[in-house]
């Protein structure tokens, strides 16, 4: 007891910053103890939730398996199926568990298509996982309405179209991405007609995403791309130039050509490229008349396209940069030479007897 | 000089130290913060992204990865599978052995049926030349693999060599040893393609710490938890500095560093920039500086990200002696750059470069070790002169251990939160024994290698890098 | 007796490997599933089955792999269909040039599939 006396006698005596620096001691060191403890319930409960986890996964799995053979020609659901419909309602309601069964229903339905694939969505319709997807698409949380969007795509959920293109210029980024690709998942290319009013910017990612989405589909139904062309939103133009790129439109070429003098480098850089794929001759005169005004990046994406659609009658000017400074173009000059004009080609070994150029010129000699 | 000054002059030095460690631990507390905001965002953005689906196409941008080799004999073969299985697409990858005195060549060229090419190098960075040439497979599953054998040169002229050699957009520079997980390209290629407003020119993730992890024939396989204090010391350090640190400062637009182990960048700044430094024991770091202050000084508004996601798994100094060389050259190379690029300093030109990034590294990073050790011999002097109040000593000290403490569980619990990679039983009560070991097991040595590091730097100009002994990772 | 037909199927997704594996059986395979590369030229190696299904992008090993250790190192015909991703033509190119037989885009039937390996299993 005196030492505890001691103790209180002391604290009320020390200057005021040193009190402060017991009473921070103690009470550090109660949170700590609590944390400590905290910690190891948290780590059980992680390690318990993912033996649930895998455990249910395989349970589902099996369940799932079953129904979509346990099917028979003459029932639209069998008694088996139903006994399954029915357990895997009754998890349903648990948030934990609708996650497992969600997630175990679309590893699947990504896989695979035809009739087990509708059979999924039956299935995702019986079990009212619907109902829990459509009901985040009222919440106030960004992150909450953006899966629900997410998950309504993956299940090919057409019926919810009017909830969901409400969001489409919902301020939230993420919400907006997930209508977009939600619209391109089920209509297809006339899923991108947002593309004509769309005010925000599309990023890479996006059009990535979106891109990659639209591989899945037939090419023979791809819109009329020149109205996004000259869209005044940059992004949709570079989206668009994407699209001629992938899809060929060759119908494009007079639109592309005059992207040619759009204001901003990147576009114009994009487009020499798509040019240049879709092997169009008069972009090649358009650039070759003024390109000493053009950027480098623009200049090096030229001798690119030149190497497509090279003919004798550029000799002339090839020539004239063969020298370049540029690396590329100079090795871009050098190739196209040596297929138009194989002993001028030899001749220029005296010209460009610098080491650099002459590694250049060996190369392209041998390769 | 009368007592009264000397009282004065006392108590503002008691001042300072007091003034610098208050900022110290608040700038931690509020960076722990912020950073624990972004991470929560970003898991947020996330959780339903499915990183096997997407870029796994040819539309996705182009990325080299350069992994500079050197003596890596042993787990050459390994690595490189490795580094040829991720799930990217679009992406090649550049092994560049530098010189190398060992049969590395001789064996890649054995296990990839690799045969001399003729290739044409673009020399956008002035590097040491070839030697044994430049090599490709014919086999086509291994498609995607270029060596580079060339001249000794250092990490820095190897990845030069790699920079020179790319052919994309983006280059990742790796070190040859990091295992690589399936999704990293995806996940790190993603900040560069989601920003509209800016350029990104670098972005960084997570390193975690592979020691005493199986891992067999280049996957992952299970993961422990060190035995070693040293090696469970520096697990803590990790996750404190990227969990509670990191993600901040790229928050801030303030990152001066992404680990030298693993980072991507827009190989076109990084090209202008004139590629990394072969002078600097620093080169990661030095290279993101100097890509910052261009973009500064040109004008573009740009950003370094980071993501907190565990990206590849590399093995850390499993003994003092190597630890105490690596922090070294930490040192070295954090002195090496500040001091390059001392015109930084406070400069309202370089906005948050000059007046938030570089004055914190220098006071807070750089210095933080010699104020320490002022400190404490200024406190022995005391003690010697009987100057000390022993009580009120008692209870700083205390408190800073308790906070040292606190912060170093506050990152466990991020890290369990997160991506909770320790699943094992009785890891917790591990992780909590280190955290109060770490002040006495780690941070004694951290202090002697950097005052180390400020010695050698100003009186022994000689040392480089120093040789890290490969032991290969553990082999069920 | 056993003479059931003999298949290894390479692919991480424990899901679909089960759905296949059941609706092979029911046509009388006997399936050996493998969750990566590195299983499947084991499984090949010590079952040497009548067709091999295999992924192209899986951990470690990939698809393309598997194809060249069965057609270079183990110097077999073993009839090969490989299942990829929309967008990796230039994988399945590869993949054909290493020998496999046939290719199905993900998401693919589960009829259609079984109607080809009974085609190369004829």
Not at chain 2, 286 to 309: F, G, H, N, S
Not at chain 2, 351 to 375: C, D, F, M, N, T
């Amino acid at each position: 007891m005196k030492s505890y006396q001691y103790f209180i006698d002391y604290f009320k005596n020390a200057p005021a910053i040193i009190q402060v620096v017991w009473v921070m001691i103690v009470l550090f060191m109660v949170i700590i103890t609590i944390l400590i403890i905290y910690l190891k319930l948290l780590r059980s409960r992680l390690r318990k939730n993912e033996k649930i986890v895998a455990q249910y996964q395989n349970e589902y799995e099996s369940n799932l398996i079953t129904y979509l053979y346990s099917g028979n020609e003459e029932e639209e659901v069998s008694a088996e199926q139903q006994l399954i419909v029915d357990k895997l309602k009754s998890c349903v309601p648990d948030k934990f568990k609708r996650r497992v069964v969600v997630s175990t229903l679309l590893r699947l339905r990504n896989e695979i298509s035809g009739e087990m694939a509708e059979s999924i969505q039956k299935l995702y319709f019986q079990t009212g996982l619907i109902n829990y997807a459509l009901s985040s698409l009222k919440s106030k949380k960004w992150y909450v309405v953006a899966k629900g969007i997410r998950e309504l795509a993956q299940f090919h959920v057409k019926e919810v179209n009017d909830q969901i293109v409400i969001h489409v210029n919902n301020p939230n980024k993420e919400i907006r991405k997930e209508v977009q690709l939600y619209l391109v998942t089920l209509f297809h290319f006339e899923g991108l007609k947002f593309l004509d009013v769309l005010q925000t910017h599309l990023s890479e990612w996006d059009q990535i995403q979106l891109l990659e989405v639209l591989q899945r589909f037939d090419e023979q139904e791809i819109p009329n791309i020149n109205p996004w062309l000259k869209s005044k939103n940059d992004s949709v133009v570079i989206f668009a130039i994407k699209l001629s790129k992938i899809y060929n439109q060759f119908e494009a070429k007079d639109t592309l050509l005059e992207l040619l003098e759009h204001q901003h480098k990147k576009i114009r850089v994009e487009a020499i490229q798509v040019l240049s794929h879709l092997q169009v001759y008069e972009a090649k005169e358009v650039l070759k008349n003024k390109f000493n005004e053009l950027s480098l990046e623009e200049q090096i994406a030229f001798f690119k396209l030149l190497e497509n659609v090279f003919e004798s009658s550029d000799e002339t000017f090839l020539q004239e940069h063969i020298q370049h400074k540029n690396f590329e173009i100079k090795v871009s000059a050098l190739k196209i030479f040596k297929l138009l004009n194989i002993e001028k080609f030899h001749s220029f070994k005296r010209l460009l007897s610098a080491p650099k150029d002459a590694e250049i010129i060996e190369f392209i000699e041998n390769n | 000089m009368n007592t009264s000054t000397v009282e004065i002059i006392i108590l503002i030095i008691h001042f300072l130290f007091f003034i610098y460690a208050c900022t110290a631990i608040a700038s931690y507390i509020i960076l722990a913060m912020i950073s624990s905001k972004e991470t929560i965002e970003y898991m947020k953005k996330n959780s339903f992204v499915n990183y096997k689906e997407i870029l796994s196409s040819t539309i996705s941008p182009s990325i080299t990865i350069i992994a500079p080799a050197y003596n890596e004999s042993l787990n050459i073969i390994e690595n490189v599978r490795s580094l040829l299985s991720s799930h990217y697409v679009n992406y090649d990858v550049v092994i560049v052995n530098d010189g190398s005195k060992d049969d590395s060549l001789e064996k890649m060229i054995v296990a990839y049926d690799l045969v001399k090419v003729d290739f044409l190098i673009n020399q956008q960075i002035p590097t040491k030349p070839i030697r044994a040439g430049v090599f490709k497979s014919t086999n086509p599953a291994f498609e995607k693999l270029t060596v580079v054998d060339k001249v000794n040169g250092g990490k820095a002229d190897a990845l030069n060599m790699g920079l020179n050699i790319s052919k994309s957009d983006y280059v990742a520079c790796i070190d040859v040893d990091c295992l690589l997980l399936e999704n990293s390209l995806q996940k790190m290629i993603k900040p560069f393609l989601e920003v509209t407003d800016k350029t990104v020119i670098a972005t960084g993730g997570v390193i975690r710490i592979a020691n005493s992890c199986i891992i067999k024939d280049g996957k992952l396989l299970d993961v422990n938890f060190p035995k070693k204090l040293i090696e469970k010391a520096q697990i803590l350090e990790y996750i404190r500095a990227f969990l509670l640190g990191r993600m901040a400062w790229s928050r801030l637009n303030g990152l001066l560093v992404i680990s030298g182990a693993f980072g991507l960048f827009n190989k076109k700044v990084a090209i202008e920039v004139g590629g990394y430094d072969t002078n600097t024991v620093g080169e990661d770091m030095e290279l993101i500086v100097r890509m910052r202050r261009y973009m500064e000084e040109t004008k573009q508004k740009y950003k370094v990200a980071y993501i907190p996601d565990p990206l590849c798994w590399t093995e850390a100094p499993d003994n003092y002696k190597i630890f105490i060389s690596q922090r070294n050259r930490w040192t070295r190379g954090t002195i090496e750059t500040l001091r390059m690029h001392r015109k930084v300093a406070f400069n309202p030109k370089y906005k948050s470069l000059g007046l938030l990034s570089y004055p914190y590294w220098l006071l807070y990073e750089r210095l933080a070790p010699v104020i320490e050790v002022i400190g404490i011999i200024y406190f022995i002097i005391l003690a010697a002169l009987n100057e000390v109040r022993w009580d009120y000593a008692l209870a700083f000290i205390i408190l800073a251990y308790l906070f040292a403490v606190l912060f170093s569980i506050v990152a466990i619990f991020s890290e369990e939160l997160t991506y909770h990679q320790y699943k094992k039983k009785g890891t917790g009560f591990k992780l909590i024994m280190i955290s109060l070991l770490e002040p006495f097991v780690l941070h004694p040595f951290i202090l002697y290698a950097a005052i180390r590091g400020n010695i050698d730097y100003y009186f022994n100009k000689k040392k480089k890098w120093g040789e890290m002994t490969r032991k290969g990772m553990a082999t069920s | 007796m056993s003479d059931a037909k003999k298949i290894v199927l390479a692919e991480d997704n424990s899901t679909l490997s089960l759905l296949l594996k059941f609706r092979l059986e029911k046509e009388g395979y006997k399936l050996l599933i493998a969750a990566d590369g590195k299983e499947a030229i084991e499984l090949i190696g010590q079952h040497d089955p009548e067709l091999i299904l295999t992924d192209i992008m899986m951990p470690f090993i990939s698809g393309l792999e598997v194809i060249s250790h069965v057609r270079n190192k183990l110097n077999k015909q073993t009839p090969i269909i490989v299942f990829s991703a929309a967008g990796q033509e230039e994988m399945v190119l590869k993949a054909f040039n290493l020998g496999a037989n046939d290719f199905m885009g993900k998401p693919f039937s589960p009829n259609e599939l079984v109607i080809r390996v009974k085609r190369l299993l004829r």
